[in-house]
T-cell receptor, first 115, second 113 residues
Framework: DAGVIQSPRHEVTEMGQEVTLRCKPISGHNSLFWYRQTMMRGLELLIYFNNNVPIDDSGMPEDRFSAKMPNASFSTLKIQPSEPRDSAVYFC?????????????FGPGTRLLVL | SQQGEEDPQALSIQEGENATMNCSYKTSINNLQWYRQNSGRGLVHLILIRSNEREKHSGRLRVTLDTSKKSSSLLITASRAADTASYFCATDDHSGNTGKLIFGQGTTLQVKP
């Protein structure tokens, strides 16, 4: 398996623009997680899905952020409109969760810079 | 919310020495996991220890768990320059049974050749 795939790897955009980050989880995994990492705040869980259903989006900073998982092979994280404070590395991770336990496999991340 | 807090925040050692990192958390857990992150990369899972386990080994890694003290330690023996990375502990959501993990701030390890 190729592991978790994220695209784009790097994104530079201007404030106010829409940004869409994409993730392809490992085939067969039933859970998907979106994280944001910054020096100041560390690794923050934004939202996670179980069997394509959003379970907890309490980590989503505000209404400008939205995430979808239309099928088991694809998820998107959208920021609209983007702001400079959204600049961070965004990670997607997938896992096979059984009995509430699962190890997470992280993608390489998307480095977002909002000017 | 429960969260692992690593100690120390940064650690610098010579190649060949052992490195010990500690993690404390606040509430009951089902399992605790350690991850590694090389600069500019995603996190990589190292080891998982369940709440009914006290110690686990994987190669040069040794993890202990003390649920009475709500703490865990990661020991890397005979360190190598390639072990230079950030190390994170992560605890699960004991009540949620969802696989959700809460990550600590991490320990940055530098191993000097």
């Amino acid at each position: 398996d190729a592991g978790v795939i994220q695209s784009p790897r790097h994104e530079v955009t201007e404030m106010g623009q829409e940004v869409t980050l994409r993730c392809k989880p490992i085939s067969g995994h039933n859970s998907l997680f979106w994280y944001r990492q910054t020096m100041m705040r560390g690794l923050e869980l934004l939202i996670y899905f179980n069997n394509n259903v959003p379970i907890d989006d309490s980590g989503m900073p505000e209404d400008r952020f939205s995430a979808k998982m239309p099928n088991a092979s694809f998820s998107t994280l959208k920021i609209q409109p983007s702001e400079p404070r959204d600049s961070a590395v965004y990670f997607c991770a997938s896992s096979w969760v059984s009995g509430g336990i699962g190890t997470q496999y992280f993608g390489p991340g998307t480095r977002l810079l909002v000017l | 919310s429960q969260q692992g807090e690593e100690d120390p925040q940064a650690l610098s050692i010579q190649e060949g020495e052992n490195a010990t990192m500690n993690c404390s958390y606040k509430t009951s857990i089902n399992n605790l996991q350690w991850y590694r992150q090389n600069s500019g990369r995603g996190l990589v899972h190292l080891i998982l220890i369940r709440s009914n386990e006290r110690e686990k080994h994987s190669g040069r890694l040794r993890v202990t768990l003390d649920t009475s003290k709500k703490s865990s330690s990661l020991l890397i023996t005979a360190s190598r320059a390639a072990d230079t990375a950030s190390y994170f502990c992560a605890t699960d959501d004991h009540s949620g049974n969802t696989g959700k993990l809460i990550f600590g701030q991490g320990t940055t390890l530098q191993v000097k050749p």
